[in-house]
C-alpha cells in the first residue's frame, strides 16, 4: 500500500508551497502556519485527491464554521440539499459536512464535493445503511466505507472512535437522563453490545489511521459521549471519552495524521470554558469542533441563539470551529431558511470568537470603522462593514427615508451631540438614504 508523505510530515521538513494562500487568508506567515500543523495546533483538511480552496483551523486562525447538511430517511431530496449547501456557503460557511442518511448517498456526496469548500462526512450512518441495522456492521464493512470516502475526496471525517467499552461501562455506572444523544455514538455503542465485541475503531485504531495516511484525510475525533442536556453535564462518560481522546490524538499525531476533537454536547454556561479547556489539555492542543454548546434545552427553535452563546464562549476560552446548530435544531430537517439564518448566526459568535483571539482583538480595523461609520450616520459604510449588509439595509429602510434610525427619529443622540461638538457628518458622508 502507498503512504503519500502527508501534510505533516512535509511541515516538519520545510514549507509546504501550497500553504502560502491558507496562510496569507488568515494574515499568518507561513512557517507559523506549517510549525502549528507539525506540532498539531492547526489542522488544513485538504484531501489531495480533489481541487478545492482549503482552510486552516486552530491556533492563531479565525474561527471557522461549519454547516451540516444532508438527506433523511423521512425527507430525502438531494436538490434542496445543494440549495442548502448554496446557501450556506453565500452567507459564510467555511465548510459544509454531508449528514445524508437517506436515497443514494455516494451520489449525494458526489454532488456535495463539487462544492469548492472543505467537507466532511460520518462513514458510519452509510455503513449501518448498507448493513440494514447498527448490530450488523461489521469492521470490515465499517474500513470499507471510511476509505471508499476517503478515496472519493472527503475532507474529514467524524469517527467516533472513543466510544468504546470503557465508556460504555461508564455510561452503565452512570446513567444519564438523555442516555447516548450522537447518533454515531449510538450506532457504535449498538455494535460493540450487540456484537459483544470492542470499538473497531479503537480496538484497530492503528489500521484506520494507515487507511487515513494513504489519503492524507483528516480525522475529526467524535464526541459520541457528549451530553444531550444540562442535567447529564456532569456524568462520567463524557470525561471517560474525552481521555481516551486525548490518547488517540496522540498518537494520530505521532503517525502524520491530522485530527481534531469533537466536544462537547449541552452544559450550563459556566461549565463551557472548564470543558474547552480540559479537552484542550488532554489533546496537547489540538483543535476542537463544536456543536454549540447548548446552554439551555428549553429554547426549541431558537437553539441557533442558544448554541451561539455557548460558541461565544467556547471560543473565548480557546475553541477554534464551530458547528451551526440550526433553528429546526430537535425538531426537523433543516431548510434553506434554516440554514441560512443559522449560518448568520453561527458566523456572528464566530466573529465574536476573533474579537477576543486574534492579537488586534476587539480593535480590528473592521470594528473600529464601524464606529466611527455610526458616529458620521454614514449608512451606505454601515452596511458595507455588516456582516449581513443587506439584511440591515432593508431593516434601516422600511420606514422611509432618514438620517437616522427610525427609532430615535430627531431625538437621535448621535446627531445632537455631534451638532453641539461641530463633530461628524465628514465630506461625501452622512447623507440620507434615497
Known sequence: MFLMDTLIRRCKKGLPKELETVARAEGMEPARLARGIAEGRIVVPKNPGRKHHPCAIGEGCTVKININIGTSGSRCDPALEEKKAKAALANGADALMDLSTGGDLVAIRKKILRFDTTVGTVPVYEAVRRAGNAGDVTADLLFKVIREHCKQGVDFLTLHCGVNRQALDALKADPRLMGVVSRGGSFHCAMMMQREEENPLYAEYDYLLEILKEYDVTVSLGDGMRPGCLQDAEKLAKSVEYN??????????????QRMIEGPGHMPLDQVGYNVKMIKEI??????????????????????????????????????????????????????????????VAKIAAHVGDTVRKPEGWRME???????????????????????????????????????????????????????????????????RT
Open 244 to 257: 481516551t481522546l486525548g490518547a488517540l490524538a496522540k498518537r494520530a499525531q505521532a503517525a502524520g495524521v
Open 366 to 432: 473592521r470594528e473600529v470603522q464601524m464606529a466611527e461609520a455610526r458616529h458620521e450616520l454614514d449608512w451606505d459604510e454601515q452596511f458595507r462593514l455588516s456582516l449581513y449588509g443587506d439584511h440591515a439595509r432593508k431593516i434601516h429602510e422600511r420606514d422611509g427615508e432618514t438620517d437616522t434610525c427610525s427609532m430615535c427619529g430627531d431625538l437621535c443622540a448621535v446627531k445632537m451631540v455631534n451638532e453641539l461638538f461641530g463633530t461628524g457628518k465628514k465630506k461625501g458622508k452622512g447623507k440620507k
Open 283 to 344: 489533546t496537547d492542543h489540538a483543535p476542537l469542533y463544536l456543536l454549540g454548546p447548548l446552554v439551555t434545552d428549553i429554547a426549541p427553535g431558537y437553539d441557533h441563539v442558544v448554541a451561539a452563546i455557548g460558541g461565544a464562549a467556547a471560543c473565548l476560552n480557546g475553541a477554534d470551529f464551530l458547528c451551526m446548530v440550526s433553528p429546526s435544531e430537535h425538531l426537523a430537517l433543516p431548510d434553506v431558511a434554516d440554514i441560512i439564518e443559522g449560518t448568520r
